[in-house]
């Protein structure tokens, strides 16, 4: 006999308070039915059902477990908190690397962190556009979202403004994109576009902004820097010489976070690193065994304020060698 069907043979041979107690219990937790509809059920009040739910519990009849996978994400959580000094940071669950996880959980996440009157730097990835295309709509009145570097032309479906474009259609806000490649074809032609008032404006814009979302590339071949045309193979290798383990916003980062500058940079059009110092909230939404040290390495540095990554990778951050 299961023990719905005890419940019923009870019920049916004449109802006692042990039988609500039971039937409460049976309702609660295995048909997830709220408080409110065991007492219409019961035909007792709502404060009588919480009273059978507590008496199930001491009696017995209910035994309340959380998993240890739940506390294993909070100890990583409060691990990075406090060996980073981050505000917050958000473990996804599960045994193996998900950047679509990670995407997910910043789309729920990240827009409690945004407020009324924001301006928000994004950067562009596949990550941050899968998290745009995950958000929820709502409203955040006067909000503006800035793109933080310029746009190149590359094989996925997601570019830096169609990241920026999404996070503010989702979120109500006004979207100001950045109308230039993000790596020009010498320093002398990059030069001359960032004298442009245009792009001064937005440049202005950018030093005002208190908030950013952005995730770190790796130092790898078929990493966005060098699929997008910002930097090739021979680059990579010369700025790993350097010390970089990966980029941020386009530009490379050593194990502390410090931008190792380089002949790419004179002709990026975008932020630098330190424009993400200082902030109120920089989020890094990331996660891969490729990005353990960027991110690392970011945290140090001071970019990151809160972050959303995967289990695997929050642990392999506290893992590796300071």
């Not at 669950?93 to 959980?105: D, H, Y």
Request: hydrophobic share 45%; net charge negative; proline share 5%.
């Amino acid at each position: 006999m299961t023990g719905r069907d005890e419940v019923l043979r009870r019920v049916r041979g004449g109802r006692t308070v042990e039988d609500n107690v039971l039937e409460a219990a049976w309702l609660y937790y295995n048909e997830e039915r709220n408080q409110n509809e065991i007492a219409e059920r019961l035909g007792v009040s709502r404060a009588t059902v919480v009273n059978y739910l507590q008496q199930a519990r001491d009696q017995g009849l209910v035994e309340l477990r959380l998993g240890p996978e739940i506390f294993n994400r909070q100890k990583l959580a409060s691990a990075l908190r406090d060996r980073f000094g981050l505000a917050d940071v958000l473990v996804v669950p599960g045994p193996a690397f998900s950047q679509s996880a990670v995407a997910l959980a910043a789309a729920r996440y990240v827009p409690d962190l945004i407020e009324r009157g924001d301006i928000v730097g994004i950067a562009w990835g596949q990550t941050i556009f899968a998290m745009a295309e995950k958000m929820l709509p709502r409203v955040v009145p006067d909000l503006t979202v800035v793109q933080m570097v310029g746009s190149m032309p590359t094989p996925y479906i997601f570019t830096a403004e169609s990241c920026s474009t999404n996070v503010a259609l989702k979120l109500s806000g006004k979207v100001v994109n950045l109308y230039a490649p993000a790596a020009l074809s010498s320093p002398e032609a990059a030069a001359v576009l960032r004298a442009e008032p245009l792009i001064q404006r937005h440049f202005d814009l950018l030093e005002r902004m208190r908030k950013a979302i952005f995730a770190v590339g790796s130092m790898s071949a078929d990493s966005h820097v060098v699929t997008s045309g910002i930097a090739t193979l021979d680059d990579l290798e010369a700025y790993a010489g350097q010390g970089a383990v990966g980029v941020v916003c386009g530009r490379f980062i050593d194990v502390a976070g410090r931008h190792v500058p380089g002949p790419i940079d004179e002709r990026i059009i975008g932020i630098t690193p330190d424009g993400l110092s200082g902030l109120s909230a920089g989020i890094l939404v990331s996660s891969g065994p490729e990005r353990v040290a960027a991110m690392r390495g970011a945290m140090i540095g001071g970019y990151v304020t809160h972050l959303v990554t995967d289990e695997p990778t929050a642990q392999a951050i506290l893992n590796r060698p300071a």
